[in-house]
């Protein structure tokens, strides 16, 4: 299948109209963007659409929905993959737009004897473009994504609508809708079993993990406000880098991090800005959760910001 988008040019304009604060489909409608809904040729559906759905593919990208097993399973919990493989100097977005950046949205609303979905977002890397950050994958990536049947001994319809853009210095963006018709019964593993594994592997611990978050911590400094968090590792930080995603309207720009002499304590300090309308509601006694990367180690923890 062959999707269809128009190019639109990545500027400091279009980067400065499209941070964190426009989120989610109005985003598209706030910047104008001339959007072209993909059409995919259904009549080369050569494919099993039980474990695949087939290539998407555009000039610079390639993306299909995957399944891990051939079947519903017995305990009716299906893990599927958002496959996405990208031309050198390409990328598409993590979860949070930092800066800038187009996040992928997922609706789920087609489909068929599905009572929840849950999608696992393997550790990104912060990109820089016209001095604005964005959080990305390069090359290849797979969303692993567990599905649970309603009801595990009836057949399972995933219908994916994800709406996403493919960046480099110029961005394509595409409205696909990619089906899975998994059987009812007892499931074997598919080829793409392993390479679901693999990304799954990718996603930050949510325990363990060798390294901790212990606290976050918000005052006010010099007429602004910066968050403060401590972390510690069992082995000797290499390069850490801290991703914060707060409640809606608070916007934590990059951190500024040192290390203790043995480098196993990190700590980072982060400018926070209130970018919502009315009055600042504050942030002390609210969740923030925290991802701590550092090379090929990751960690998420969930924490309650405190006052110092």
């Known amino acids: 299948m062959r999707g269809v988008a128009r190019t639109v040019p990545v500027t400091k304009a279009l980067i400065r109209a499209a941070p964190k604060r426009l989120l989610g489909l109005t985003l598209w409608t706030a910047l104008a963007l001339p959007l072209t809904i993909s059409v995919a040729d259904f009549s080369a559906a050569a494919q099993d659409a039980r474990i695949d759905s087939g290539w998407v593919e555009t000039d610079f990208s390639r993306v299909r929905l995957m399944s891990a097993s051939d079947a519903v399973g017995i305990d009716g919990v299906m893990r599927l993959g958002f496959h996405a493989v990208f031309d050198e100097g390409w990328h598409f977005y993590w979860r949070s737009a930092a800066d800038t950046g187009f996040p992928p949205k997922f ?4 489909s068929i004897n599905v009572a929840s979905v849950e999608i696992d977002w393997p550790a990104p890397k912060r990109y820089n473009l016209l001095g604005f950050d964005s959080y990305a994958y390069a090359n290849e990536v797979v969303l692993p994504i567990l599905v649970t049947a309603a009801d595990a001994t009836k057949p399972v319809s995933v219908r994916a609508e994800v709406f996403f853009a493919i960046c480099a210095d110029i961005c394509t963006f595409h409205d696909e809708t990619f089906r899975l018709d998994l059987p009812a019964g007892e499931g074997a593993r598919t080829a793409h079993a392993d390479l679901i594994e693999r990304f799954s592997q990718l996603v930050p611990s949510r325990q363990g993990g060798g390294m901790e978050i212990e606290e976050i911590v918000v005052r006010d400094q010099g007429g602004g406000r910066v968050a403060e968090i401590v972390s510690r590792s069992d082995q000797p930080f290499v390069l850490p880098d801290l991703i914060v995603e707060g409640p809606v309207d608070y916007y934590f720009m990059r951190p500024e991090m040192t290390l203790d002499a ?12 209130y970018e919502g309308e009315g009055a600042d509601p504050g942030l002390w006694g609210r969740e923030v959760t925290l991802t701590l990367l550092d090379e090929a180690r990751a960690i998420e923890r969930r924490r309650i910001i405190s006052s110092r």
Request: proline letters at 6%.
């Open 107 to 110: 609706n789920w609303s087609e």
């Open 262 to 273: 043995g480098r196993h304590v990190a700590r980072f300090t982060v400018p926070v800005s």
